[in-house]
């Protein structure tokens, strides 16, 4: 076995993402309070220019991952600056099917918050809105998403809220560079949750203290081609207590250091090595998921497909994000998850747009 090798440990956060023109790389365990990427394009005559142009290449989007034991449901408020998506996608584990609600606009008009304190990011399009309410100070967040319903599509109606308070959320927030100056900002947090989840007018979730929520906020100068391996778990244990983790293989530099594995235990979170995947029957097979150590691994099968591809022959996006079971083991410096049994989604993703 190789030498295990973990990530330094989360510290406090800075002020701000941006500090005189230069990213604050690292990895912290709170919020950062001011999420001012633009600010990494200077000063200068020309800086409202460059501040324009490294708008237009920020991915930015909140999105959210939730459910009880019987459904997990995936939305967002997604800004790719070429075009904006709207998301709710609700996955019924034991029946593997899955309902959807989701439209493109104009990325004019959705708002992704650059933030979380007193924020929201929100969007209405083609009869869908979706609004995540950003209150980490307070310990909060909300998540309301509805639909009126078509001849083809039910009624939706979402209404969560999650607990993030001290001592009930653990926080993985990470700046971590692709170059000197682009850099991949995030934060996940996971948490317990209530609420509830209406479909056609039945109400189908959550369970009483058996909700969880995952946030992920996000803002990267990806290089183009943007792509990544990613996936993420989530559940309740007997005792009512949040486990999950996140695991991805991206672009970052350095990924020994600046990487966004973890696993999450109650309001604890545990920093993971490098990992990678592997897919030898493709995105509907197993996927693999290890570090070089065998300190994670995880096995993926898929029981729900998810797509969505642009362009010819898949050319501007390529992009699969499956459901599915995990099972396997994730042993962190001082904690270790089975993961036998918990359910989430995996990505698979490769833009050019």
């Not at 990325?107 to 969007?123: F, I, K, N, P």
């Not at 090595?273 to 070089?292: C, E, L, Q, S, Y």
Request: glycine share 10%; with cysteine; proline share 7%.
């Amino acid at each position: 076995m190789n030498t295990v090798v973990f990530p330094p440990v989360a510290t406090a956060p800075p002020q701000s993402l941006v500090s005189s023109g230069k990213y604050n790389f690292g990895t912290y365990d709170q919020a950062i309070p001011d999420i001012n990427p633009l600010d990494a394009a200077g000063t200068g005559p020309l800086a409202p220019l460059r501040r324009q142009v490294r708008n237009s290449g920020l991915k930015e989007w909140e999105a959210f991952q939730l459910g009880d034991d019987d459904r997990f449901v995936l939305g967002a408020v997604y800004n790719a600056k070429s075009v904006g998506l709207l998301q709710v996608l609700v996955v019924d584990k034991n029946a593997a099917t899955i309902a959807r609600w989701e439209t493109k606009l104009p990325s004019a008009m959705l708002h992704v918050a650059r933030g979380l304190d007193d924020t929201v990011s929100e969007g209405e399009f083609a009869g869908l809105k979706v609004e995540i309410g950003n209150n980490l100070p307070d310990g909060v967040l909300t998540v309301d998403a509805v639909h009126r319903g078509t001849a083809l599509k039910p009624e939706l109606g979402l209404h969560i809220t999650g607990d993030c308070a001290p001592g009930r959320a653990g926080h993985l927030v990470i700046v971590h560079p692709f170059s000197e100056n682009k850099a991949l900002y995030s934060h996940k947090a996971m948490m317990p949750a209530s609420g509830s989840l209406l479909i056609g007018g039945e109400h189908v979730g959550l369970a009483d203290d058996r909700g969880y929520l995952i946030l992920d906020d996000h803002h990267g100068d990806y290089p183009r081609p943007m792509k990544y391996d990613w996936v993420t778990g989530i559940r309740r244990n007997q005792t009512g207590v949040v486990e999950g983790f996140n695991l991805t293989h991206n672009q970052t530099r350095n990924p020994g250091v600046y990487n966004e594995n973890a696993l999450w235990i109650g309001d604890q979170v545990h920093r993971l090595p490098p990992v990678t995947v592997t897919r030898p029957d493709g995105p509907w097979g197993k996927w693999f998921i290890r570090d070089a150590a065998g300190i994670v691994d995880v096995t993926f099968t898929p029981t729900v497909r998810s797509t969505m591809h642009v362009g010819p022959r898949k050319m501007l996006a390529e992009y699969y994000a499956p459901y599915g079971w995990y099972e396997g083991m994730i042993n962190a410096q001082h904690a270790t998850l089975n993961v036998d049994g918990m359910f989430g989604v995996g990505e698979q993703k490769r833009i050019t747009v």
